[in-house]
């Protein structure tokens, strides 16, 4: 199956992040995995909701895995 492929705005509206950071972090590195068509830019949904799962910490001191 297919995930549903999310524009930059709905990615920012469902993390809470504005779509500037969106763009700066697909220029700088570091941000959610993306697909390009041309010059759209979509975000798999399935693939965002990994990203900020492996964003999860359980205390200041937890560095995760990334």
């Given amino acids: 199956m297919i995930d549903r492929l999310l524009t930059e705005k709905e990615a920012a509206r469902i993390t809470g992040f504005s ?5 700066r972090k697909r220029w700088e590195g570091g941000g959610p995995p993306y697909v390009k068509f041309d010059r759209a830019v979509r975000y798999k949904e399935g693939e965002l909701a990994a990203w900020i799962d492996e964003h999860v910490r359980r205390s ?3 560095m995760g895995s990334t």
């Fill in 60 to 62: 200041t001191t937890d």
């Fill in 19 to 23: 779509a500037a950071w969106f763009q």
